[in-house]
């Protein structure tokens, strides 16, 4: 079982940048392969970036590529999610998920998932 909290979400300007945090409870975190997604008002949940257990490996939807990094903190038992040079589209509450394997984009490959921070971007 895996519990998932994430933080750092807030208001920014374009242009801008903001770090979130996904704190994960349970020994085996490790284990598993990490994924933050998003979703905006009006819009289906969307993949945004994706880490292996072991953090050697990032996948990113292009529309946040060069933009956004992903990495975790095994040790912390905390992923993150480094967004720079926002844009107003980027706005959405943001998702950390879960899964046992590498489960990229595919949503219903996450077992677990946290309740969600806003990130909202003015023009």
């Known amino acids: 079982q895996v519990q998932l909290v994430e933080s750092g979400g807030g208001l920014v300007q374009a242009g801008g940048s903001l770090r979130l945090s996904c704190a994960a409870s349970g020994r085996t975190f490790s284990r598993y392969a990490m994924g933050w997604f998003r979703q905006a008002p009006g819009k289906e949940r969307e993949f945004v970036a994706a880490i292996r257990w072991s953090g050697g490996s990032t996948y990113y939807n292009d529309s946040v590529k060069g933009r956004f990094t992903i990495s975790r903190d095994n040790a912390k038992n905390t992923v993150y999610l480094q967004m720079n040079s926002l844009k107003p589209e980027d706005t959405a509450v943001y998702y950390c998920?879960?899964?046992?394997?590498?489960?990229?984009?595919?949503?219903?490959?996450?077992?677990?998932w946290g309740q969600g921070t806003q990130v909202t971007v003015s023009s």
């Open positions: 998920a879960a899964a046992p394997s590498v489960a990229y984009k595919v949503e219903g490959l996450y077992d677990y």
